[in-house]
């Protein structure tokens, strides 16, 4: 059957509110929704990322607590992040289970030092370790800890770093981690482009999230959907991921 033509041209990605109702609605869930235990230290982390001059790229709080939330119906112990940034999210997966422990992968050696010293702050050094280097180097490193046993498997993993090596980083998490892991994607959706192959052509970022959904739709050892989201952080969306 023939495609519907394809609309992206007439579609203004940027145009879209960051403000009005879906924030409004955030900020009901944050007030009835999130208690007070954890939103100082977390809050804290993302007040002083962005004091530091990191981009307002974390995850909004509904979304960081909806992934912690994934990761405590999975029970996870061992969570495995690429993409730190300034630790908020990070932050956020430690508070799954007192036992649980955080990996965390960054490129950039000022948020390594940053996010290092907003998790001690915020009382998560325990648990969050923080590695520093290339994303994929790095989890070639922690396969083969796992391989000589020098290393536990992930039970869940958040990819959030740069977008054209999504596939590369979500193939070797599905070798860092157990059967039936869960592994959840960010931005997945960026404002709809992601289904436009005219804007792949022109952006890196949404040519490797497309191919990584593609080829996760080729998988056969992995269950996947992904969800769109709007609110504080506008218009994107989760992939997630089960492995068989
Ligand atoms: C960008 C990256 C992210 O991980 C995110 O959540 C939002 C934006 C970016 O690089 O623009
Ligand atoms: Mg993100």
Redesign the pocket.
Known sequence: MAQPSNPSTHVAYDALPRDGLPVAVDNYIKKNLHSATYHNPLETIREASLRAGL?D???SEPQAKFLMLQARMCNAKRILEV?T?GGYSAAWFATTSPETKVTTIEVDEDRVALARQNLEKAGFSRQVEVLHGRAIAVLQDIKEQVQNHKREVFDFAFI????QDNLDYFKLALELTKDRAVIIV??VV?NGRVASAEEAEKDD?IKGTRDLIESIGRMENVVATAMQTVGE?NY?GFLIAMKK
């Open positions: 981009p790229i974390a995850c993409g940034l959030d770093a740069n977008k960010d931005n960026r970022a952080k994107d």
